[in-house]
């Protein structure tokens, strides 16, 4: 059986595939399977089930108490949730070869839990096969690897003291001063079949990116979970943290986990994003505009979701990075091979064309987010942009922050917001995300996301007391 076992050979609770399925993986050494979900934070919960249970796993006989989590909308009193393990994305961990993960949905009595991210994501996606269509993404995953030092200044420096280059991006000699910890890494991505074409030392000292293949929004939000999971794993073993932090670092820049999207034929799977005789220059289809349109109409909302904490914002600035730019986007714009844009639209290599197809890129996206509200939110409002046929207006192809204010508000070009507070306050105006979560998770959400604004707003920071206690 292969790391995510073909979907078509499966069927779910069916005991002949139960029985195959479950032999694979003791013939691969696996003990124990861990199906999980994840809670409003995309923070992955999940029961350990010996392998011997495996059939009756796979029929949904985890429950969970939804009022120990945040977000599940449950109280004492009411009955458990149970997991429905997804059976075409069993994952044997290479890592822990005695282990395999499962992705699942939750259902309570039977039926669709309607405060389940995943579900909730499942929702958008088959409202996307009533248009022909499906969505496919690939996130690009950058990650900070740290260690404790209380002698630094917030507590933690890059993982290794010889990794200080000012400008770090790309170089060689950094890839090679942690060669052995990134090959294990990328060692144990491929061995789940996620096909690295590529990864690198980033802009900022112990900072990485890993670029692997695209697939439906599912499963690549199922495989983020994982590579988050796996990054902290990795880490610790060899000493360090892998951070999620958009910006753990004040002087360096953040870590982003930008969105690469297209739309394709849900029949033939062939990719509908592109358009050779595009007048506007981008390549894009008209239903690609239309997405792209969808989603500026919704930014401010949508970024309630794809940077869902405090510290999101402080990555989202226009410079205070140690190569000035910080490379996060801060307008609601669009342009081509542009990186000052929210929405970028990459120029594509003849070779590109031919395996990928076009595609459209959102950089207002970082490693902190749940990826299956962040994904559910990004094509709600792309599928609104396709059954309106809305339009985005045509590409901009200046440096976007290099325009005063004055050009900005000419152009009709807007700010996304500067706060977790803003955003969340711009998710509650919004439509939008009621519509995608459903009345109670929408209130959650924004009961949760507010109190954490509130929680740090109120705390008294050491700034604050450098700054302002002896000063007046």
Known sequence: MSAETNAASMGSGDAAFAAEAKAALIDKGVKYCLPFYVDVNGVPKTKTVPINHFDRMM???????????????QGPQDDELALHPDSSHIVPLPWRPEVALIPGNLKYRNDPWPMCSRTILKQQMERAEKLGLTFNLGIECEVYVVRRDDAAENGIAPNKVEDDMARAAYDLSSTLLNFE??????????????DVYSFDHEDANGQFEFDFAYDNAITTADRFVIWRLMMKEIARKHGWEAT????PFADRTGSGAHFNMSIADLETGRNVSGDDADPRGCGLSKRAYQFIAG????????VATTCPTVNSYKRLIKTGSMTGYTWAPIFISYGGNNRTHMLRVPKLSDTQKSTAGARWECRAVDTSMNPYLAAAMMLAAGLEGIEQEMDP?????????????????????????RTLLESIEAFERDPLGREVMGEDLFKSYVDIKTQEWWDFHNHVSAWEVDTYLTKF
């Open 295 to 302: 989603v500026k109409k919704h930014a401010p909302a949508i």
């Open 181 to 194: 910890f990134l090959d294990e890494v990328v060692s144990h991505m491929n061995a789940m079949g996620w």
């Open 59 to 73: 029929t949904g006989s985890e429950l969970f108490t939804g009022a120990a989590l945040e977000g599940l909308g």
């Open 393 to 417: 207006g045509d590409p901009i192809a200046v440096n976007m922050y290099e325009l005063d204010n004055a050009e900005l508000d000419r152009m009709g070009v807007k700010l996304l917001p």
């Open 244 to 247: 999620m932090m958009p910006k």
